[in-house]
Structure formats: C-alpha cells, structure tokens
C-alpha cells in the first residue's frame, strides 16, 4: 500500500534557527512528489514538485531535496512568516493511482 | 474573482439537514477535487471530476454527493451527515487528468460542523 508519512508532527524553532523536515514515502514507483504549505484557515498551496532522485528545488528561504525513499524540506533562517503547516504528496507510478498526502508538519516560527 | 471560491466558508447543519457546498474556479483547469481534511489526518480523496466526468469515488458514503455542472463549477450536496463529518472540506482544480499531476490549486475550504 502506497504510504507516505512526514515528521516531526510539530516543530518549533526560534527565528533564524535553521532546520529540516522529512517526507518519508512507500510507494510502487515515484512519478512525482509535491510539498504545499498551508496556513490556519486556509487551503494548501503548491511550493514544489520533484520528479527524480537527487533533484532539489528552491525558493526564498525553502529548499526541498529528494532521495528514492524520502525527501527533505530544509528551512534557513526562518521567520515567523514561515509558520504554517508543510505537506507532502506522493503521485504513484502505477497508472490511474491518486495523490498520497502525508498528516504534515506543524511549523512555528518565535521571533 | 481568481483562483477557486468556496462557499460558504463556515456552516453548521443538523443531522437531518440538507445543505451544498460550492466550488468555482477561475483557472480554466480540466479536473476538480473534493477532499475532506480532519485534524491530524493526511487529506482523504473524496470525488474526482476530468472533464466533467466523474471519475473517482474513494468509497464516499451516499449522504456525499457530487454534481459537476461545467468544467468551473462543483458542488457537493449535503444530507443526513453524522457528527463525524464535521471537518474541513477542500475543493481543488489542476490543469491536468488526476492521474497525471500533483499540482493542485485548493480554495480556502468550507469548515463543516455537524451538530
């Protein structure tokens, strides 16, 4: 069964104390994987996509890399703005399997 | 209007109460998505339409129940709810077929409680 499971559950982390999340997933095959973020209230938003083992993405202060079993969502310096809820998919490679959520990662960011 | 709208944002409904949720989205994508968001629970795969075709039903009780009138539009029609259907329902849109991307615009979502 195609799994994907994130930790930590929740991190707290001061402003401008770098750190990294983890996306860990179980899958037949690996056509893509996706991070969004999601703040209270609100619907996820699309940050990444990555296709292939050693791929990495960035943007502003996130940068996500990926190996063939997990994927990681490094933070640098963070800011309080930075706080929000990361989630990670999994599109499987077997034709007409849907998008895998993981639970996501609770980030808070103290100034 | 950008994006997708969902309407209403807040509703609270009685077990015997028939209610929708509304879905529209501006993006001229192919694909819309229902999904239904618990606390610390991964996002659950309720309906998918391509095309206006439905062609995903993840086991969804019948008190669910979708209608995709056009590509931009997408309901979901509410009745006879349990008290465990209170939860955050989604409504998603991609310019791809659902077995083809990952890429999902959400809308804000519709926070349902059920008394």
């Known amino acids: 069964e195609d799994q994907v499971t994130q930790s930590p559950e929740a991190l707290r982390l001061q402003e401008g104390e770098s750190s990294s999340l983890n996306c860990s997933y179980t899958?037949?095959?690996?056509?893509?994987l996706f991070w969004y973020r999601q703040d209270p209230g609100k619907g996820p938003e699309f940050l990444f996509t990555?296709?292939?083992a050693g791929e990495e993405k960035e943007k502003e202060r996130l940068k996500a890399t990926l190996t063939k079993k997990e994927s990681f969502l490094h933070i640098t310096a963070p800011k309080p703005e930075d706080s929000a809820t990361y989630l990670c998919?999994?599109?499987?490679?077997?034709?007409?399997?849907?998008?895998?959520f993981g639970a996501g990662t609770i980030l808070r960011v103290k100034s | 209007e950008t994006g997708v709208t969902q309407t209403p944002r807040h509703l609270v409904m009685g077990m015997t109460n028939k209610k929708s949720l509304k879905c529209e989205q501006h993006?001229?994508?192919?694909?819309m998505y229902w999904y239904k968001q618990s606390a610390k629970k991964p996002l659950e795969l309720m309906f998918v339409?391509?095309?206006?075709?439905?062609?995903e039903n993840n086991s969804v009780p019948s008190r669910f129940s979708p209608e995709c009138p056009n590509s931009s539009h997408l309901f979901l029609h509410l009745h006879t709810l349990q008290p465990e259907d209170s939860a955050l329902y989604l409504c998603?849109?991609?310019?791809?077929?659902?077995?083809?991307?990952?890429?999902?615009?959400f809308g804000e979502g519709s926070r349902l409680t059920v008394l």
């Open positions: 899958v037949s095959g690996l056509r893509g």
């Open positions: 998919a999994v599109l499987p490679m077997e034709y007409g399997n849907k998008l895998v």
């Open positions: 993006l001229g994508h192919n694909a």
């Open positions: 998603a849109s991609s310019q791809d077929g659902p077995a083809d991307t990952g890429e999902l615009f």
């Open positions: 339409y391509s095309l206006e075709e439905r062609v």
């Open positions: 990555l296709y292939s």
